[in-house]
């Protein structure tokens, strides 16, 4: 009897130890899909908020989804920015400043830790300069750039859930909200009137200075009110391509098992500090690094569930780790927001950070939730009470010392660990790297 008891015991233990193999490999089995949608102002999606419809699909999903409405981004441009969210590492561990650099070969990106795990990793952007990020199309199986003006976007995600069998993990970067608007579909030229948003002429604007990029204006029209409308016209169409992904995964019976993020590479700047389509200022000001983050899995998540806790894009990755059950990289520097997710408050950071560099100046902010450091260059630091509102926000550096010295310590010791050498001004581009980057509305 002793023997059959030990027998049946055993037994059990087996079955439970292969059930929990099961649920694991279930686990790892799930298909990933991280968006980021450029220069986004997430005040600008109607679940946030807005007045206008620009974001039907968003609002639909954002029902059962997690919302983190406080994700700064570790840059207020694209290269550096999404070099972060792919590797969970700052600026100065992946070393990618600015389009001509290289990734670091001493980083891991998310796609190479589960192209180990036996998934299919794949980049479809429609930024046409992401190949001048050296390095980043050979973390990926499939490496795609698909510029706004070709219309071939749709037509690369279709292909791709055509041809996949293997779990994937597919990174798409929406282009649309980017200035200019010129290569919108001729459906979404004009969604909105700009009867309906605040008037200013350009003229005026030139006149402060470079306010406006030069490669918005189109000729004749002389009124900020026609862009405005026209740049949420171009986040309906990012939303549109949102809801083509959706149906597709719908119609292919993937959307239960499929992880959903979608983030922003940065912000931009719609008139706030006299800035119009703007970001990658000195400033770093509040709407070029802040963003949002929407993380949805149909079936699983329940409600409208709002964080408002500062978090960073670093903490992206290894929060698609631990959903997946996958042990975090050691030279990852975000964190899991897995606990919050499920409740528990315990967030390990206190502090984010954010960084810019342009024509050889070099800027960085430190940020909690109440205060905000910008270390700008040649040492001049300013220090910002983020519980006012933005308008009535002054340096305060001088008044509050004692908060000043204490994020002063905390930046140093971050520039000490991450940017431990001298930026060099520019990667020497070729003059066809050039002229698609100026095509884009870049000054190179």
Known sequence: MKKIIIIISVFFACLVFISGIFLVRHHHRLNVVLITIDALRWDHLGFMGYGKDTSPALDNISKNSFLFTHVITQAN???????SLLTSTYPGKHKV????????????????????????????????????????????DLFEISGVEKSEFKEKIKGFLNINKKPFFLYLHLMSPHADFKFLPVGY???????????????????????????????????????????????????SQIAYLLNMLDGKKLTDKTLIIISSDHGELLGEHGYYFHHRTPGMYEQEIKVGCLIYHRNHIEGFNTI????????????????LKIP?????????????????????????????????????????????????????????????????QNDIYTTESVIGKELNLVLDDYIKENF???LEEHIQLSEKEKMRLRSLGYTY
């Not at 830790?113 to 190949?131: N, P, Q, R, V």
């Not at 402060?208 to 009110?225: F, M, R, Y």
């Not at 408002?308 to 959903?323: F, H, K």
Request: glycine share 6%.
């Open 77 to 83: 441009f694209t290269p550096p920015s999404i070099c």
């Open 97 to 140: 400043f600015d389009f001509g650099y290289e990734i670091s070969k001493d980083v891991v990106s998310i796609a190479e830790i589960l192209k180990k795990k036996g998934y299919f990793t794949a980049l479809i952007s429609e930024h046409a300069a992401f190949d001048i990020i050296k390095g980043l199309d050979k973390r990926f």
């Open 189 to 239: 030229q004009r969604l909105f009137s700009p009867e309906d948003y605040f008037s200013q002429t350009i003229n005026t604007l030139k006149s402060q200075g470079n306010k406006i990029l030069p490669n918005v204006l189109e000729p004749g029209i002389n009124d900020i009110s026609y862009y405005l409308a026209r740049y949420d016209s171009a986040i309906k169409y990012a939303d």
């Open 308 to 323: 408002g806790q500062q978090v960073e894009s670093i903490d992206i990755m290894p929060t698609i780790l631990d959903y």
């Open 328 to 392: 975090k990289n050691r030279d990852m520097q975000g964190v899991s927001l897995y606990p919050l997710i499920k409740g528990d408050n315990n967030y390990e950071k206190k502090y984010a950070f954010s960084f810019s560099f342009s024509r050889g100046s070099v800027n960085h902010v430190v940020r909690t939730d109440k205060h905000k450091l910008l270390l700008q260059h040649g040492g001049v630091l300013s220090l910002f009470d983020l519980s006012l509102e933005e308008s009535a």
């Open 420 to 422: 431990s050498f001298r």
